[in-house]
């Protein structure tokens, strides 16, 4: 994570090669909608990663098209459960509900779900994050959802409790039919509270935190640090970009001392293509190669 | 004789069985009232935003709008009654 323009797609694209170099299997998917990474790895790239060096494949996500695909199934499930009539009701309310606010989270979110289980045999999975913005909101998404789940659940329930008081009464009946919309609730619950386990548990999910040596570049890193503790996410590593000699991210804020650092040498020539970025990691094989191993 | 003894019984059990339907349908009336209004908070909870409400997050709401054709509907109902609240109370109460 970082704010725009302080290297997070080139930190991901070195990080990502650096690994693959150490023999590891790894996925890197580009969350943000600038898609830098199709630059870096001058080649397209789609939702379906491609291999671009040995052991090391390269995606980029649609946002646009993971919400046109959940709200097509929902449509799909809409028609085939409700009445011909209210279903027809419904068309003005769905032209519209694509551009409403927070489903651009949800896309990434179903994007992240689906890859995480795709390649879950994988050894490293490196996500290029969107702007501070959207990644704080996806990040923040299953804490969110949670609250409102809890209480529809809850709600759920009362209502479920009282109908089965009327029938046993009415219709001297013990044995009840599951209520669908419990069901879809409590498997809401599940999905978020197995989102959150994997977002702030540092075994499975790790947030390294890109920066650059100016007052913006460090204002907002402090907010991101503060918003990520409050979701209960720690940050694991902080790479400090063009940083200047004997400065440390500890000087930035005393918040920083405590985590480590994995910061790039700065390079002469563009990061640009796979082979540009491997001779940079040969280059400096020894400086990187030692900060890799402090991870 | 018997037949007219066992027609009598007959309507007797049909008199007996009436009355107890009655009695527990006017038993649960109440808590049926009470239902349909949560069923109606929970339709104006989740699908809020059909009518200009606040929403949870979308997701949520997509996620269990093809299992709420019956809140849905039962919320548009509401919204015709919405303005006599005191006749719905009556309504309910019997009384009037």
Redesign the interface.
């Known amino acids: 994570m970082g704010k725009g323009g302080v290297g997070k797609s080139t930190s991901a694209a070195l990080f990502s090669t650096s690994l693959a170099q150490k023999g590891y299997h790894v996925l890197l998917v580009s969350l943000d909608p600038a898609h830098n990474q199709s630059d870096i790895f001058e080649r397209a790239l789609s939702d379906e990663p491609v291999e671009v060096a040995p052991r090391l494949r390269v995606g980029e996500i649609d946002e646009d098209s993971w919400i046109r695909a959940?709200?097509k199934d929902?449509r799909r499930?809409?028609n085939?459960?409700?009445?011909y009539l209210?279903a027809f009701n419904l068309d003005k309310?769905f032209s519209v509900?694509k551009h409403?606010?927070?489903?651009e989270e949800?896309a990434l979110i179903l994007a992240y779900e689906h890859l995480r289980n795709k390649y879950s045999g994988w050894d490293y999975l490196v996500f290029d994050m969107p702007p501070t913005a959207l990644s704080l909101k996806f990040f923040a998404?299953p804490s969110?959802?949670l609250v409102?789940?809890n209480?529809?659940l809850a709600?759920?329930r009362?209502?479920i409790e009282?109908?089965e008081?009327?029938t046993k009464?009415?219709l001297l009946k013990k044995e009840f039919e599951r209520d669908?919309?419990l069901n879809?609730?409590q498997e809401?619950r599940e999905q978020y509270e197995v989102l959150r386990e994997a977002f702030t548990n540092p075994e499975k999910t790790q947030v390294y935190l890109v920066l650059n040596p100016d007052k913006l570049s460090h204002a907002e890193s402090l907010r991101i640090f503060h918003s990520l503790k409050e979701l209960d996410i720690r940050l694991y590593r902080t790479i400090y970009n063009k940083r200047p000699v004997n400065e440390t991210c500890a000087d930035i804020d005393p918040v920083f001392a405590d985590i480590p650092s994995l910061n790039f040498p700065l390079s002469d020539t563009p990061l640009i293509g796979v082979q540009q970025l491997q001779r940079y990691l040969q280059a400096n094989d020894g400086e990187v190669q030692s900060r890799l191993n402090v991870c | 004789m018997i037949r007219i003894l066992k027609t009598v019984k007959d309507k007797v059990v049909e008199f007996l069985r009436l009355s107890d339907e009655v009695a527990r349908s006017n038993a649960v009336e109440t808590i049926e009232t009470e239902v349909e209004e949560l069923d109606n908070i929970f339709g104006v909870l989740v699908l809020g935003s059909y009518v200009g409400m606040p929403s949870p997050p979308m997701q949520i709401s997509l996620d269990l709008m093809p299992f709420m054709e019956k809140e849905l509907i039962l919320m548009m109902e509401k919204v015709d009654t919405a303005s006599q609240p005191l006749s719905q109370l009556f309504s309910v109460l019997d009384m009037g």
């Open positions: 959940y709200l929902v499930q809409i085939r459960t409700y009445s209210t309310y509900i409403s606010p927070g489903l949800y998404l969110l959802s409102w789940v209480h529809l709600l759920r009362e209502i009282k109908r008081l009327i009464i009415k669908k919309v879809k609730i809401q």
